[in-house]
């Protein structure tokens, strides 16, 4: 019987023992098997979404076999970019969900589906790399980690930064005491929205463009009209899809914060949201400006405070003997000779992935690890969006996250759980 690279990708998820078979079976030592390629389907595919797309379709294990978006030029232009006819392409996700002949899908669609699609795909046996942040709400976040877990799925969440060699190396220092004790993080995001197109939010609704399905691309978002100033990239600064850069770069920063921490399975247990500014005219109303005051089990202290100093965009551990700050590639230390700091026998050492993509495809291969996985990707999530339930309600809230509910507070528990619109359902 010949093993194809369907039934390894499914078998190998469920089987009791480690399953070896040949590397170019599997794409490796050289060799890529026709049957060895993972089938893949992209869904969202402008901006961010286009360019996972693209960065998966270069792995030469990978073989995109469709896309889904539900913008017919997005569409379109993934298609010949893929050079896949109109037959390959879908407006409706749950569409692809249901080909048995797909390994795994990329999710790249705004923040209020990524939920509802990596579920559809997990449930129907696929892997997922889903951009960040990995839900729109903390219990949707727990829902698809369970979920992933459950059905032994593999999930590469779009934090990036931990295949980066500085992100790993300062987080490393941090683990092991090189700056003595921790005591406090400082997480910096923009002050001003990044808004494309020249919109101001202001503008009046007009008429549905043809070939884009507004309804669906609203899905589970509260009935509002059209205007091209609320959708696409900018959704971001619009609250009932996203509270602007609080999740938007802070699911970056404070993936990066927890990975330091050694945060990935908890969450803090104060919560303090000051400092708040929205807009005061328009449908762009997420925060553009705040000062958000974690506390973590151990006492250690994070903020993540809005600025319009790029150079101090990214992390800063700060500890009873020094500090580091790592953005990317940008890596500072005091003292400066921390820098030269190689790790001992016995030092904790981090996963290392040198390329977030391809781990992905790696991962799916081997049903090894990720280096953002599901668990560790909700809690950065999760800590974003606990800042936005406090910069709402306008007062420092008491957390749980073992419980992942608010102490003694029915109002802020109300929100744990977003809303869903239009008929849908995560369950």
């Known amino acids: 019987m010949k093993l194809s690279r369907r039934h390894f990708i499914k078998g190998a998820a469920g089987a009791a023992a480690p399953l070896i078979v040949a590397p170019s079976v599997l794409g490796r030592g050289g060799a890529t098997a026709p049957n060895s390629r993972v089938q893949m389907a992209s869904i969202g595919v402008g901006s961010q979404g286009g360019h996972n797309m693209n960065a998966l379709r270069q792995d030469e294990r990978v073989q995109m076999i469709a896309v889904c978006d539900v913008d017919r030029r997005h569409r379109d232009g993934a298609l010949r970019a893929c050079g896949l006819d109109a037959k390959a392409g879908y407006n409706d996700f749950r569409e692809v969900a249901a080909r048995e002949d797909i390994d795994a899908v990329m999710v790249g669609t705004p923040d209020h589906w990524h939920a509802l699609i990596t579920a559809a795909a997990v449930k129907s046996g696929k892997d997922v790399y889903c951009e960040k942040p990995l839900a729109a709400s903390i219990g949707e976040g727990r829902y698809v980690s369970d979920l992933v877990k459950k059905g032994k799925r593999v999930l ?12 790993r190396m300062a987080c490393e220092w941090v683990r092991n005491g090189y700056i003595g004790e921790l005591k406090k993080v400082e997480v910096g995001v923009p002050g001003r929205f990044a808004i494309r197109g020249g919109f101001s939010g202001q503008e009046a609704p007009g008429e549905v463009p043809e070939g884009f399905d507004y309804k669906m691309w609203a899905g589970t978002t509260p009935e509002a009209p059209y205007t091209a100033a609320r959708c696409h990239f900018n959704f971001r600064w619009v609250d009932d899809y996203a509270p602007g850069y609080i999740t938007d770069w802070g699911a970056h920063f404070i993936d990066v914060a927890h990975w330091g921490m050694d945060a990935d399975a908890t969450g803090p247990v104060e919560v303090s949201a000051t400092e708040v500014t929205r807009r005061e005219k328009g449908i762009y109303d997420a925060p553009e400006s705040f000062k958000i005051r974690y506390v973590y089990p151990g006492g ?35 003292p400066p000779e921390l820098r030269r700091t190689k790790l001992k026998e016995g030092d904790t050492k981090l996963f290392e992935s040198r390329n977030h993509h391809r781990n992905f495809i790696d991962a799916v291969l081997t049903r090894g690890r990720t280096a953002a996985p599901a668990e560790a990707a909700h809690r950065a999530a999760s800590a974003c969006q606990l800042g936005a339930i406090s910069a709402k309600l306008g007062r420092a809230l008491n957390y749980d996250p073992k419980r992942e509910r608010f102490v003694g507070d029915r109002e802020a528990d109300a929100l744990v759980t977003r809303e869903l619109h239009g008929g849908w359902k995560l369950a």
């Open 300 to 334: 250690v202290e994070m903020t993540m405070f809005s600025t319009t100093d790029a150079a101090t965009y990214g992390t800063k551990f700060i500890g009873t003997e020094g500090s580091v700050f790592v953005e990317n590639s940008k890596l500072v230390t005091d």
């Open 156 to 167: 590469q969440c779009g934090t990036w930064r931990r295949s980066g060699v500085h992100t």
